[in-house]
């Protein structure tokens, strides 16, 4: 039965330089959570969520390291932050943007993103109609031992304004390299402008 509940949904996962650095990135599937199935149940530390209207893998959140990295410029800032459509009913929007909708999303350090296309706005606030909002964030966790946290923050009931800026472009064929080269001073400017609690309504279980 569906009831309201006060909650922060904020997942949380961490990676190394290493892993950051590698072929692929790192990268974390987005998806519709199955309490039926224990490697499918919403964590913490994972990017599955109680939503009916969300596929089982509905995107794939990927973080990159750009190569070579440039001088003076933190290193949070140097990562490639994007968003891809795996092949979704309801698709990905780009709340970043007034232009259609790509299967690519890049996004920049504590920009927002969307999932699950609508007609209309669920929220007055809203100037893009997604269902689902989410702002990402990096930062150090440990920059001596070179962990990094990514933080993905349920904003789906927040103000997202549309930022100008080019429309996203596909990853085919993108092969990036990582440096191991860090800064451990100041952070992105991006990071962190704001703290959400969100009222949500837990849907039922998904079929």
């Known amino acids: 039965m569906s009831c309201l509940r006060l909650m922060e949904e904020v997942r949380k996962f961490k990676f190394t330089l290493e892993e950051a650095r590698s072929e692929r990135g790192v990268v974390k599937v987005i998806g519709r959570a199955s309490d039926g199935k224990p490697n499918r149940r919403a ?3 994972n990017l599955l969520f109680d939503e009916k209207s969300l ?3 509905h995107a794939m959140l990927g973080l990159k ?3 070579p990295l440039e001088p003076n410029v933190h290193i949070i800032d140097q990562f490639r ?3 891809k459509d795996l092949g979704s009913t309801y698709g990905i929007v780009d709340l970043n943007s ?3 909708d790509p299967f690519v999303i890049d996004l920049k350090n504590g920009e927002r993103f969307g999932l699950v296309g609508l007609d209309e706005p669920i ?3 809203q100037r893009r109609a997604a269902k689902l909002k989410f702002q990402v964030n990096l930062q150090y966790f440990d920059a001596r031992k070179g962990i990094f946290e990514c933080i993905v923050r349920d904003v789906s009931f927040n103000d997202s304004p549309v930022i100008s800026r080019p429309s996203s472009c596909d990853d085919e064929g993108a092969e990036l390299e990582f440096l191991s080269s860090s800064s451990s001073s100041s952070s992105s400017d991006w990071n962190f402008s ?3 609690s969100i009222i ?3 849907p039922s279980e998904p079929v």
């Open 43 to 45: 964590r913490k530390d």
């Open 98 to 100: 007034e232009e259609s």
């Open 81 to 83: 932050i994007y968003v």
């Open 123 to 125: 929220s007055m606030y």
């Open 65 to 67: 390291l750009l190569d």
């Open 55 to 57: 596929s089982k893998n």
């Open 194 to 196: 704001e703290d959400f």
């Open 200 to 202: 949500r309504e837990t």
